[in-house]
């Protein structure tokens, strides 16, 4: 995971862009995540560009943007979640971008979809990671810029600039700013050891892995633990929930082991079928996400607290616009 230096919680102070650069920036989001679109919105000064998204007759989708863009730089909001009418969505707008005569064409996916399959891992299986990229490419995007890819090798699937943030920052202050006493970070699977030790660095804690075995690509069963929990809190940090087995396994075997009271943390909230019960079994007691996937907080409940990303990605498009460097933004 990148960035993994100390100060997340301090205050950046940014230069304001001069009037004729953003005069020259659109924002336009598709129907996937419009709330967080409007966030970022507010966070550059600038409004949505308008834009109109209908349906023929036979469930086709229709794109048209509403406004010039001509010699414009561009920014498309849009995760590819489910269904796959999102991505479709995205691809038009590009399309339709470029077609108007852009001057550059961001493709801005909060949530990368269908990077869990980023190889060929069994006989006759895609790579639809590799795939989704070529189609961003082929409809005309310039640019991408997404948040904590679930394979970051991903990252090389694209010929053109690839931008990729990380939630950390907001996350971590959030628990800087809410400390849990006693606190240990634990990963739910060994392949998120990486992201986990940054946040443990970040906030100054010792970290346990939760060792598991999948026995299908949705399920598994944790089996040991490594590193101290007895008589400790523990923080469960992924980038993604999508069932919310591995959670639930994982607080299960954290608490045969001793440790206390058992929270988690996610970029992507996933959620399927199944998760919230999932998740409730779980018994945690706090589940901090971010809004790249829009959810509901009223049937989420109580123990969910959703922190917005789009501050961050705001100021990541302002330093595109303006080419300044984006690497500060991962402290």
């Not at 590009?94 to 006989?123: C, E, L, N």
């Not at 490419?137 to 991408?144: E, I, K």
């Not at 101290?228 to 069932?243: A, C, R, Y």
Request: overall charge neutral; charged content about 25%.
């Amino acid at each position: 995971m990148g960035g993994s230096g100390a100060g997340a919680g301090h205050r950046r102070e940014r230069r304001e862009a001069p009037k004729e650069m953003i005069d020259s920036l659109r924002v336009i989001a598709g129907n996937a995540n419009p709330g967080l679109a409007e966030r970022i919105a507010r966070k550059i000064g600038v409004p949505l560009g308008r834009i109109e998204l209908t349906r023929f007759a036979d469930g086709e989708i229709n794109v048209q943007i509403k406004e010039n863009i001509r010699g414009c730089d561009v920014f498309i909001v849009q995760p590819t979640l489910p269904p796959a009418d999102y991505l479709m969505e995205l691809l038009i707008m590009i399309d339709a971008a470029r077609r108007a005569s852009a001057d550059r064409v961001t493709a801005v996916i909060p949530y990368f979809g269908y990077a869990r399959q980023d190889r060929k891992d069994r006989p006759r299986a895609p790579i639809s990671a590799k795939l989704v990229a070529n189609l961003i490419t082929t409809a005309g995007a310039d640019r991408v810029l997404t948040m904590d890819l679930h394979s970051p090798q991903i990252q090389g699937f694209f010929d053109i600039p690839f931008d990729h943030l990380y939630a950390s920052p907001v996350l971590v202050r959030y628990y800087l700013q809410n400390p849990i006493p006693d606190l240990v970070v634990a990963c739910p699977d060994v392949g998120g050891v990486k992201m986990a030790r940054a946040y443990a660095t970040r906030m100054g804690t010792s970290l346990a892995v939760v060792n598991k075995r999948r026995t299908t690509a949705d399920v598994s069963e944790a089996m040991e633990i490594i590193g101290d929990v007895q008589g400790k809190n523990v923080l469960l940090v992924d980038d993604m929930i999508s069932t919310a087995g591995t959670l639930k396994n994982a607080a299960v075997a954290l608490r045969s082991r001793g440790a206390l009271k058992v929270s988690a943390c996610c970029t992507h909230a996933c959620f399927s079928a199944g998760t919230l019960e999932n998740l409730a079994a779980a018994d945690l007691e706090q589940i901090v996400i971010t809004d790249t996937i829009p959810q509901d907080p009223a049937r989420l409940g109580q123990r969910f607290k959703i922190l917005s990303v789009g501050e961050l990605f705001g100021e990541a498009i302002l330093r595109i616009h303006e080419e300044r460097s984006l690497s500060s933004l991962f402290d």
